[in-house]
């Protein structure tokens, strides 16, 4: 009988997916360095009679283990200060608004953050971006960091950071989180979304989510926390993940306006961001393409605007009849970004909800705008990912991801599934990850996942493992049909695993050795007949 | 927590999907008829303060209630005789040997059926097949069924049936069963796979699959049982389906020689289909493309053939130096469908299990004889589907559809997925629901689901239901894809419940109305910004 799959645990996954370090040296003209570069083995039995079968090698997303209480390592602190053109300073007063009415009527935060501190850094003369080194010809050690991990060439690496086609999402105060990239050259990558809510979970829960989605895969995880403590969860969330964390900054800035979209502004909303700048939030959804004109367009939709983002923006522009100041303050925006190495995720905040509402003006207008802004950031050499839709019927996948390249210079896309059915709310992972292969098969460079509580309540642990897993999928599948290098690599070790009945080894080469093993039981009979 | 999904139950759906019949009359040379067509009503609340909302109409699998131990009502039984062109006579004895070993030494089967009875019908004078009758310009009750079933002209129906481009599995001994039609002209049919094995489950459990996969949405069912009481277990199952059973008659005819395939023959194949055809299974798979040439290429496969049926001819063919008997006595086996009305389903004994044996020479040489083959079945009017793989990278699965489609001259092709991953046991029925859309959309037309169980273990019914929706989804969005007529309207109803939340019509309007609903909880804000 089917049980909770998070209850079943991962003892065989923890048992037979082994992280480990590779060495690698590096120079350039800041200083020598000795990388650790991670990637997961996964220890082969011998096949009988034959001989032994070499273990197989995949990328890691877990983190090396710590102490949540005291946070990761600071893994790329010396390179960063190494490079000269940083320096710390006091930053923004701690400000117990920043964790809503209820931190400030208690007096402090539920869980105050008390293990690795930092002031923060900043930027002193010159963008510190990846794309700004990429583009001036310097090679980083995250550069080099992740050509290990993605097998590829640096120089693959460097050209499409300086192109825009790709973006490695690396706050200078996030030193914590292991170099990884986002783009079409690469291998395709999976967001997971948590986040606190007004009513529910805990720092403790938070962090757990964290560290269980990048045991699966998860290669960055979006907080997008409403609640109670949302800079103190988000401290936490930070000071732990191995992984890029991306937030909208919007959730929290309404937090401090009691949900009053109205109240909104500028200097408001510039404050939110520059204390997230700080914390070292790698990458920042902003819905600047929600321009007061657009609105309209959305009158006669089926579902309106379901982005959270794009409907908080929509209200204030209709309320101030005022052009969005995202939009209106975006290249402000973009000199914070470059100062801390934050990367744009723009947001489709008029993303169609439903097939009914798919590729209509309002969403491609939008797209429109993105693309401008697109051009805007990287003039500033500000690193830049697209986000994208949503529900779109299945034929129509393709055209987004190619009308986005086409409108974006191909910037790299960054979609929610797409759903390619609205029918089935508590199996949207399935829904989505069907429309995640056609799309990133296209190239889209990262997949968000869905979980099966989309559209009806709040993933729990067990969703976020099913998200996870149903887009490990979905990016692997996409990967195979793209051709990537060694992207059927597993596939082959698995089915060589199958054809001579290396039980165990099939179920430490799968995504989930503990699932595959509680679903195998001895009624089946031992034949290759019996495997479809 | 998640739960056993079977569990949880049908409550919610089973209060708000109901089984209703439209009354429809229909003469024709033979007889006039009061059709009564089923579907599914679900009942909508109202807009507040707009008004009444319709009942959403679906296409209804489930069949009518009855007791399981007397079995359906011959809904077909008058209009098959009404045509005078088949004869009632008595059959093959009955044979404890049917039933298995443990059966012979018993003395009796473990549960006789007891309920309907009836002797076999057979043809008298010409084909009585479906296609038969559509090429001779005759439009029977079963095309006029399907038509009001599909909402689609019955001239449609009729002219895909004479073109071979659809079948409607009906043998004339399984006259309980509703007509439905399986073509890319029409709706994308699912089929759920069941059956008992030599150390598993039970009469009972296996009706009571049977109904449960049927209840979820399962257009045909295949029992593909291969244990004791085979014969009995195959009479419970086909008085009690309002859908088409499938069946692979060598897995029967491999018991009756206890497992050594060298022991089989024509004449006992041969009968072994009689007995199938006379209790009146719809469509059998027939694996008479392995021909003795092609084994040899599978020979440096990584998982070799994976097929039951196709390894069985394969050894059978080595062990006997000789072709195999499936082919040179295929216009026999025509002759012998073509009295019951059995549709063929040539199946695919050499499909690759794996990516890397995806469309590879011993793949395609079995292709190209079941074109042959599909040839000489029309010849005698005999219908035919065409199984396909498997396991295939998803960048290659239009090729396969594209393939078929030009080698067996458009005859509908009905696929096992395709899985697009070997890495993902446990999950594998997202691996090839993924793939299913894509076969599907460019013109698949039934698909035979695969469950998470797969290369695990045998379903159970909490597999099956998995299973059965995760294919629903992957029809559902290969006909929106195909821009099939009124396919997006429930994600249209859908929808514009959900902005307007009214929760219960969104519930009932899905899939699963009861996992929805134990998904749905109180956390989460009711605004539509939270809503992807």
Redesign the interface.
Known sequence: ???????RGSKQRDKAHIRKTKPVHFENQFGSYDLEVPYTEIKLSDTPGVGPNPPFIDYNTEGPKCDPKEGLKPLRLDWILDRGDVEEYEGRERNLADDGKRAIKRGKATKEWRGRKHNPLKAKDHPITQMWYARHGIITPEMKYVAERENCSVELVRSELAAGRAVMPCNINHPEAEPMIIGSAFLTKLNANMGN????SSIDEEVEKLTWATKWGADTVMDLSTGNDIHTTREWILRNSPVPIGTVPMYQALEKVEDDASKLSWELFRDTVIEQCEQGVDYMTIHAGVLLRYVPLTANR???????GG??MAEWCLQHHQESFLYTHFDELCDIFAKYDVAFSLGDGLRP?????ANDPAQLSELMTLGELTRRAWAKDVQVMIEGP??I???TVRMNIEMEKAICNDAPFYT??P?????????????S??GG??IA?YGTAMLCY?T???????P?K??VK?GV??Y???C???D????HPHA?D???A???A??EFRWLD??N????PD??I????????A??????
């Open positions: 009988q089917r049980v909770d799959i998070a209850a809510s007004a009513v529910t089926v579902t309106g605007i379901v982005s959270r409907s908080i909800g439903c097939l009914a509402d949503g529900h019927p299945f034929d929610l599934g759903l390619t059915t609205d029918t089935a709310p508590g199996y949207d992972h399935i829904t990850a069907i292969v056609e098969r869905v099966p509580k989309e559209h009806l309540g709040l729990n067990d969703d099913q897993i149903a490990k999928i979905a692997h599948a996409a195979i049909a793209k051709h059927q597993r596939d082959d698995i089915s060589k199958r054809f099939q179920f080469l799968s995504y989930d699932t595959a509680a679903f195998h039981d001895d009624t089946l009979p034949e290759p007949a019996k495997m479809a």
